[in-house]
C-alpha cells in the first residue's frame, strides 16, 4: 500500500544548487500536485497536473518548474535554489472523478542555506 | 488575499468532550470542502468532506457542518479522543477547477 511516495525525505542544499524532489503514485490517479508548507501559512499549491500531459501553474508557481514524465510520476525541480524555498514539500494525488480527495505524500523536508 | 481561514491556530479540549474546529472562505464559487488531519512528519490525510448541495455531512464520531450563507464550515469530532490531537486543515475547492485552496491550519490537543 505505498500510495504516494515522495524521495527523499530530507535534503539540504546551497543557494543557487538545483534539485529535482520526486513523486510517485501507485493509485493510477489522473490528477497530481505539488504543494509546499511553510509555518503559520498551509499547504500552498505551487502547480498540479490535471491529468497526463498537462501541467498548470497554483498560487506560488514561480521559481519552480515540474514535469509529469507519465501517469504515475509528478516531479519538481528548483532550478535555482533561493532560501525562500526552504520548506516541506507535498505530492498529492487524486483520482479524476469530481468530489474525491487527493492522497499525500509524507513529504520531503528542504533547507536551503 | 486568503481565500480559506482558519482563524484559530490552537484548540484544547478534554477527553471525551466535543470539538469544534471553524473555517471562513470568501470565494462564493468554491462548490466542494474537505477536512484534512495532519500528524507531525507525515502528510496530510483525508478526513471528511462536504458538497456545496449539502449543509451536513457525517462520518462516525466526524460531521462537517457548510453554511453558504456565511460562507462558513465547522467540523464537530464527538467524543474528542487524545489520538484526535493533530493539525487539521480545511480546504475548499471551486466549481470546474482541480485547484485545492488550503486553511491555514488548526493544532486540536484533546487533554486525556
Known amino acids: 500500500n505505498a500510495g504516494v511516495t515522495q524521495t527523499p525525505k530530507f535534503q539540504v542544499l546551497k543557494t543557487g544548487q538545483s534539485m529535482t524532489l520526486q513523486c510517485a503514485q501507485d493509485?493510477?490517479?489522473?490528477?497530481m500536485y505539488w504543494y509546499r508548507q511553510d509555518p503559520g501559512m498551509g499547504l500552498r499549491l505551487i502547480y498540479y497536473?490535471?491529468?497526463?500531459?498537462?501541467?498548470d501553474k497554483g498560487e506560488v508557481p514561480n521559481g519552480y518548474n515540474v514535469s509529469r514524465l507519465n501517469k504515475r510520476e509528478f516531479s519538481l525541480r528548483l532550478e535555482s535554489a533561493a532560501p525562500s524555498q526552504t520548506s516541506v514539500y507535498f505530492c498529492?494525488?487524486?483520482?479524476?472523478?469530481?468530489?474525491?480527495?487527493?492522497?499525500f505524500g509524507d513529504g520531503t523536508r528542504l533547507s536551503i542555506l | 488575499d486568503q481565500q480559506v481561514k482558519q482563524n484559530s491556530p490552537s484548540l484544547s479540549v478534554q477527553e471525551g468532550r466535543i470539538s469544534i474546529l471553524n473555517c471562513d472562505y470568501t470565494?462564493?464559487?468554491?462548490?466542494?470542502f474537505l477536512w484534512y488531519k495532519k500528524y507531525p512528519a507525515e502528510g496530510p490525510t483525508f478526513l471528511i468532506s462536504i458538497s456545496s448541495i449539502k449543509d451536513k455531512n457525517e462520518d462516525g464520531r466526524f460531521t462537517v457542518f457548510l453554511n453558504k450563507s456565511a460562507k462558513h464550515l465547522s467540523l464537530h469530532i464527538v467524543p474528542s479522543q487524545p489520538g484526535d490531537s493533530a493539525v487539521y486543515f480545511c480546504a475548499a475547492r471551486g466549481s470546474g477547477t482541480y485547484k485545492y485552496i488550503f486553511g491555514t491550519g488548526t493544532r486540536l490537543k484533546v487533554l486525556a
Open positions: 497536473s490535471a491529468s497526463e500531459g498537462t501541467t
Open positions: 470565494n462564493s464559487m468554491f462548490d466542494y
Open positions: 493509485m493510477n490517479h489522473n490528477s
Open positions: 498529492a494525488s487524486r483520482e479524476g472523478a469530481s468530489n474525491q480527495p487527493q492522497h
